[in-house]
T-cell receptor, first 109, second 114 residues
Framework: DQQVKQNSPSLSVQEGRISILNCDYT??????FLWYKKYPAEGPTFLIS?????DKNEDGRFTVFLNKSAKHLSLHIVPSQPGDSAVYFC????????FGQGTILTVHP | DTAVSQTPKYLVTQMGNDKSIKCEQN?????MYWYKQDSKKFLKIMFS???????INETVPNRFSPKSPDKAHLNLHINSLELGDSAVYFC?????????????FGPGTRLTVL
């Protein structure tokens, strides 16, 4: 019973364009949401987060949107760069982190 | 000067063996975690320790036993290894274990059980 799901295993985007990564969750008790980025042979690194009392949080090229009624989270990267190519995990917290299965983002030059 | 380090990086062993994975953090954090990334790529928490005390113990077989000799170290010992234990194991740490803490991950240990 996966409470956090990333239904797109992969996403391919041209450099300079927008990347949109999506995440759905089922547990309404989650009150904090995060995105982690992972390069091969490395551990996940924190990217951006959002509290359930907000619907948007922005940090440079990265913006996270939260739609609580739809139980949906998205990460926008604008403009996308080849160095953004990685696996992106969303995670939701209610005392402990529950991760999705990740989306592989490839940004082509 | 790696923040969270794990050894070994790769571990290949036979079914039935006992093995340990070590984790150390030099961030001065109070809380450490073990996660398992299974074949479906989900990262699932196994254990968390706060200042050497067990805080989270998910539904994990008794063959898995974490040990925290001090708050900078959290080792994972696995007895009687099974094929299904093959996975990537990540150690992580966070300042206090709070719900909004950022967790810092190690590079992972890929365990293969033959």
């Amino acid at each position: 019973d996966q409470q956090v799901k990333q239904n797109s295993p992969s996403l391919s985007v041209q450099e300079g364009r927008i990347s949109i990564l999506n995440c759905d969750y089922t547990n309404s008790m989650f009150d904090y949401f995060l995105w982690y980025k992972k390069y091969p042979a490395e551990g996940p690194t924190f990217l951006i987060s959002i509290s359930s009392i907000k619907d948007k949080n922005e940090d440079g090229r990265f913006t996270v949107f939260l739609n609580k009624s739809a139980k949906h989270l998205s990460l926008h990267i604008v403009p996308s760069q080849p160095g953004d190519s990685a696996v992106y995990f969303c995670a939701a917290s209610h005392g402990k982190l529950t991760f999705g299965q990740g989306t592989i983002l490839t940004v082509h030059p | 000067d790696t923040a969270v380090s794990q050894t070994p990086k790769y571990l290949v062993t036979q079914m039935g063996n006992d093995k340990s994975i070590k984790c150390e953090q030099n961030l001065g954090h109070d809380t450490m975690y073990w996660y398992k990334q299974d074949s479906k790529k989900f990262l699932k928490i196994m254990f968390s320790y706060n200042n050497k005390e067990l805080i989270i113990n998910e539904t994990v077989p008794n063959r898995f036993s974490p040990k925290s000799p001090d708050k900078a170290h959290l080792n994972l010992h696995i007895n009687s290894l099974e094929l299904g234990d093959s996975a990537v194991y990540f150690c992580a740490s966070s300042p206090s274990g709070g719900a909004q803490d950022t967790q810092y991950f190690g590079p992972g240990t890929r365990l293969t059980v033959l």
